[in-house]
């Protein structure tokens, strides 16, 4: 397997394009099969998960069209007729996202088989919540060797739905469940992600009526037939983060070009108690910091509160700073496996249950360390990029899930950074 080796101890400075968002691609690719029309799709980024859910929409019967655009690709998607409505173990397994053809399928054929998802190993993150309110809608579920089967023969129907617990996944299936059902859906304590108002967005964009997104109360009313649509997916909010701790963490300055300054709210407010100076126009932000790394104290909670795909970034940011800082992990339950891999590299952490203490060292090491999952495998590059000596990550297959061109971009602004062929 490829690792990335890095030499750190250099100041970053440079521009980066943000790409186009993947948690707002895998969804609005999925809804694609709530019509036979023509779907154009623009600034869609080159990753695994993209390509996964594109090789499980072709399985299904999709016609693709995939191009060279500008800030990313332009996919054309075709779903005519659906040949199979299976989704089978071997895909579903690469990726969590894929239940999300469940609700797509259901609505769309009105029968759908889904394995079990796979993906990855941060916490159980059941699929309770997606199965209970597809009954309310009038879906019935059974489990047979591993996959979820739900049917509606006769059609879903639109229903009062009142979530348990915010959950963006479960959000984004009832939404493109509710697309064709028999009247009107509400989602009470949906979720409020961005990437949840693209969906919306994306499925209006077709003739959908959908209202509400971005607040917790969601409403879909139903209709029978959707049109065609040319849609572009919005900029990476957490490829933006991530880049702008990788100016902090170096003490260097980077300009994030098509960052959406709104969508960053939380975590640029904890920057700036940290003391990394943050200077925003339009669609980009300039990201420097000159002085000593000031302890903070963070929880993560569902959007607008810090999103937990910043949680290891900020940790390994934190690990440098002047004093102690405590990290909270609220929204899945095994998401500090990359404290082992930070300590390697001579971070000071100590986890107690759901809350990490970090005691700020004066330097970082390089060591051979491993990815565990997509944001602690970037946390380790952040890390490597602010500490001595050389770092040598593996499994690094986690890092193409989720950030397209990552060594180009950061060889770019200066670092010392490099993909090699593993032994």
Not at 84 to 92: D, G, M, S, T
Not at 168 to 180: C, F, K, R
Not at 205 to 213: T, W
Not at 304 to 311: A, L, V
């Amino acid at each position: 397997m490829d690792q990335i080796k890095i030499r750190g101890g250099e100041k970053l400075n440079g521009t980066i394009e943000i790409s186009g968002s993947k948690n707002a691609a895998l969804p609005i690719i999925v809804a694609s099969l709530l019509t036979h029309k023509k779907v154009i799709i623009r600034r869609v980024p080159d990753l695994a998960d993209v390509r996964t859910i594109l090789e499980l929409l072709t399985f299904f019967g999709a016609k693709l069209n995939i191009q060279s655009g500008i800030g990313g690709k332009v996919i054309e998607i075709r779903n005519e007729r659906i040949i199979n409505n299976k989704a089978p173990y071997e895909l579903v397994r690469k990726m969590r996202a894929s239940v999300l053809v469940l609700g797509a399928l259901l609505a769309r054929c009105g029968e759908a088989m889904v394995s079990l998802p796979g993906g990855c190993a941060i916490g159980t993150r059941p699929i309770d919540i997606h199965l209970k309110a597809l009954e309310k809608l009038g879906a019935k579920i059974s489990l047979e060797d591993g996959y979820v089967k739900a049917e509606a023969p006769k059609g879903l129907t639109g229903s009062v739905i009142n979530m348990p617990k915010v959950s963006v996944g479960a959000t984004e299936n009832l939404m493109m469940a509710a697309v064709h059902a028999k009247g009107e859906t509400v989602l009470h304590n949906a979720a409020k992600e961005p990437e949840i108002f693209e969906l919306g967005c994306f499925l209006n964009s077709m003739g959908s009526r959908v209202s509400g997104m971005g607040t917790d109360k969601i409403i879909i009313n139903g209709i029978k037939e959707l049109s065609e649509t040319d849609f572009t997916v919005v900029n990476d909010r957490i490829e933006a983060g991530t880049y702008a701790i990788a100016a902090a963490i170096t003490g260097g300055k980077i300009r994030l070009e098509g960052v959406n300054i709104e969508h960053l709210g939380s975590l640029f407010n904890i920057l700036s108690k940290t003391g990394v100076s943050i200077i925003k126009d339009n669609s980009s932000v300039l990201i420097s910091r000159d002085r000593s790394i000031l302890p903070v104290d963070i929880i993560t909670e569902p959007y607008p509160g810090f999103p937990t795909d910043m949680q290891a970034q900020m940790m390994a940011f934190l690990s440098l700073g002047e004093g102690t800082s405590k990290i909270t992990e609220n929204i899945f339950e095994n998401r500090f496996m990359h404290i082992p891999e930070l300590t390697r590299m001579g971070a000071d952490i100590t986890q107690v249950g759901s809350t990490a203490t970090v005691n700020g060292v004066r330097k970082l090491k390089g060591a051979p360390v491993m990815a565990t999952d997509l944001r602690a495998s970037v946390s380790l590059v952040l890390a490597g990029l602010a500490a001595h000596g050389e770092t040598v990550i593996s499994r690094i297959y986690h890092l193409d899930r989720g950030y397209e061109n990552l060594v180009f971009k950061l060889t770019n602004c200066g670092a010392d950074i490099k993909r090699v062929a593993g032994v």
